[in-house]
């Protein structure tokens, strides 16, 4: 397996626009999360699912950020309207239940000017 | 407060010293896990225990429930262990909360 795939790797755009980030899981897998790594505050837990289906979205700074995980293979982070503070790397890790440690993606890195 | 703490923040050796970082945690957890964030970004899981002492080559992770603490060490420490070294521990069935990490430099 290629492990988790993340898309793009690098997203550079101006605040007031929607940004969406994409993540393919390792096949299989029946949880998925999405983190956010910043200088500031680290790694954090913004929303996981498990069989594509959302559990724990405390995480999630506000309402401009939504996730959907349509299918077991495909997820998205979407934030609009973005803003500079946004700026981050955002990480997509998946799991399989009774094994839990998490396989993490590349990243994105994403810069909101 | 956070509710995981690493120390040290930094942490610089020469090659082939022996590495201990440390990790404190103050909530109940099912497990706790030990992550390596190499230079380029890429997060690599390396342990997961909840309980006693796991070794994976030159690395031994430790974790003593009573007392809410971990340890990792690295023995003959290598310039290619230099990274970011991350505790998280386990709440509940899957929700990692993160350590601010360990950044480890090790001179040749």
């Known amino acids: 397996d290629a492990g988790v795939i993340q898309s793009p790797r690098h997203e550079v755009t101006e605040m007031g626009q929607e940004v969406t980030l994409r993540c393919k899981p390792i096949s299989g897998h029946d949880y998925l999360f999405w983190y956010r790594q910043t200088m500031m505050r680290g790694l954090e837990l913004l929303i996981y699912?498990?069989?594509?289906?959302?559990?724990?979205d405390s995480g999630m700074p506000e309402d401009r950020f939504s996730a959907k995980m349509p299918n077991a293979s495909f997820s998205t982070l979407k934030i609009q309207p973005s803003e500079p503070r946004d700026s981050a790397v955002y990480f997509c890790a998946s799991s399989l239940m009774g094994q839990t440690e998490a396989f993490f993606g590349q990243g994105t890195r994403l810069t909101v000017v | 407060k956070n509710e995981v703490e690493q120390s040290p923040q930094n942490l610089t050796a020469q090659e082939g010293e022996f590495i201990t970082i440390n990790c404190s945690y103050s909530?109940?957890?099912?497990?706790l896990h030990w992550l390596q964030q190499h230079p380029g970004g890429g997060i690599v899981s390396l342990f997961m225990l909840s309980s006693g002492k796991k070794k994976h080559g030159r690395l031994i992770a430790t974790i003593n429930i009573q007392e809410k603490h971990s340890s990792l060490h690295i023995t003959a420490s290598h310039p290619r262990d230099s990274a970011v070294y991350i505790c998280a521990v386990q709440k509940g069935a899957q929700k990692l909360v993160f350590g601010q990490g360990t950044r480890l430099t090790i001179n040749p």
């Open positions: 699912f498990n069989n594509n289906v959302p559990i724990d």
């Open positions: 909530v109940g957890i099912s497990a």
